[in-house]
């Protein structure tokens, strides 16, 4: 059984911080560290986009325009885990926030914004961000 369970979302007002956290579960997870763990987002009536991502050990991020500045991704594999800080939150930042994995060669730099390259999904966790 393979599992990412996010969750930390929730209502908060503008200008606001809220961390999310995305913990892997699973046979499949036994290797973390092989995963490139990504934040996509999906606000109603629009597409899944991606948001930031992060490589096995942390050397390589990256994050969409949007967010950067604002939204930190961290990990930790002995937890598992892939964290996204969120600060200076706007209503335009209002989504479920999915978090993803794609499996990679070990030791890899490589990462990617499409979400048709990771593998595995969470069922999303709702961010509300009130004006």
């Known amino acids: 059984q393979v599992q990412l369970v996010e969750s930390g979302g929730g209502l908060v007002q503008a200008g606001g911080s809220l961390r999310l956290s995305c913990a892997a579960a699973?046979?499949?997870?036994?290797?973390?560290?092989?995963?490139?763990m990504g934040w996509f987002r999906q606000a109603p009536g629009k597409e899944r986009e991606f948001v930031a991502a992060i490589t096995w050990n942390g050397g390589v991020t990256a994050y969409a325009d949007s967010v950067k500045s604002r939204f930190t991704i961290t990990r930790d594999n002995a937890k598992k885990t892939v964290y996204l800080q969120m600060n200076s939150l706007e209503p335009e930042d209002t989504a479920v926030y999915y978090c993803?994995?794609?499996?990679?060669?070990?030791?890899?730099?490589?990462?990617?914004?499409?979400?048709?390259?990771?593998?595995?999904w969470g069922q999303g966790t709702q961010v509300t961000v009130s004006s």
């Open positions: 699973g046979r499949t997870f036994s290797t973390f560290s092989s995963y490139v």
């Open positions: 993803a994995a794609d499996l990679r060669p070990p030791g890899t730099v490589l990462l990617t914004r499409r979400s048709t390259d990771y593998d595995y």
